[in-house]
């Protein structure tokens, strides 16, 4: 049998309209479970005015959600069946002539036409469903300077690793995924380990935690657990919302754990220390290490099948290009990739809901439980959570375990 490009075309759109179905059906059985009886393990998180706010929140989502992503897929759509990647192609070719930074011009069309296309909905979410709930402190002129600066590191950073991509793929050939691999790998690890000091700081000042009961009691049990850490910073989440986290970012000496600001003002002190036990479990038992790992074969196995395809001229005739080129062979590939992507990621969030559980254990066992089930219903309450997901929307979409399963086994 030959495969035609407008059997590739159909082939895209069908990846297209089942991914957006999958989606619709998952919110849709999920939001069936927004009134379902809360477990009795979370019967003591919400009052009833703020269990009712709580419902009001998922609810409002929901409609949002229904409404941005059928926009987003029409769109799409609209985009396949006018020959939009036709227009934009040469739209960008009416710009330069060389390959390189046609590629990079077509890319950069697409990006900002679909940041700005989607300005709308992010501006609604932002500016009345979490100013409505009371999350919301972000203002127009942080959220604007925060999206320049986005914009900023897409260039820069994007630029310059499509420019690699594409250069190696014009001066080696088809084994140019080889040099792409280890150069993405190195770039990952750099960013894992420098994520802190380089990214961070465009967009939130972090400061050291200052002297005090919650840095002796960091430190105490750091060195109980034989756990080196002496880099404990507080970051200004409260410029942009009420909702709290804390994470670790880094490697060796350059580890480090960051608070955010509202994290501190919610819990007391044990209950901070108890979700760094949580964090610090996740070093122990080498999560991060294997989440590293993953990810690299990841791209690995995505380059690899890349270089076997990107050369066809099918891939680009299926979008009404004739002339072949790198970027619309590229932006077949992702499409026709994702369900390849879509089974890997339900691998991750396996592996990963199995090693929260793992976190939640050494934390156990070198805390006490209490304080993170304490810490765990407060940022659960304060951020209106969903307590009664269904299973399904769980077990597709959850990189934790739900609030009842957590808490099941830390009892």
Known sequence: MIISPQIIFYILISIIVLNFIKDYFLDYINAKFFNKKIPENLNDIYDKEKYQKSQDYKKTLYKF?????????????????????????????????????????????????????????SLYNIFVIEEKFGFNKTTLKTYFFDKIKSWFITILFGGSVLSFIIWQFETVGKDFWIIVWVFITIISVMINGFYAQIIVPIFNKQTKLEEGNLKNDIEKYSKKVGFDLSNIFVIDGSK???????????????????????????LNDNQIVAVIAHEIGHYKKNHIIFNITFSIIQTGLMLYILSLLINMPIFSQALGIQNHSFHIGLITFSFLYTPVSEILSLVNNIFSRKF???????????FESKYLI????????????????????????????????RINRLQ
Do not use: M
């Open 65 to 121: 959600g229904k409404v941005s992503k059928f926009y987003s897929f029409t769109i799409l759509l609209l985009f396949f069946f006018f020959d939009g990647f036709l227009y934009v192609d040469n739209l960008a070719r009416s710009f330069f002539e060389s390959e390189l930074l046609i590629s990079l011009g077509f890319f950069g069309i697409i990006f900002f036409g679909s940041d700005i296309l989607n300005l709308p909905f």
């Open 240 to 266: 942009r919302s009420t909702k709290a986290n804390a994470y670790f970012s880094g490697f060796g000496k350059l580890k480090r754990v960051t608070l955010y600001d509202t994290l501190i003002n919610k």
């Open 356 to 366: 929260e559980f793992q976190a939640d254990n050494y934390a156990k066992q070198t």
């Open 374 to 405: 304490e810490a765990l219903k407060i940022l659960s309450k304060d951020s209106l959570s969903n307590l009664t997901p269904h299973p399904k929307y769980v077990w597709w979409h959850y990189s934790h375990p739900t609030l009842a399963q």
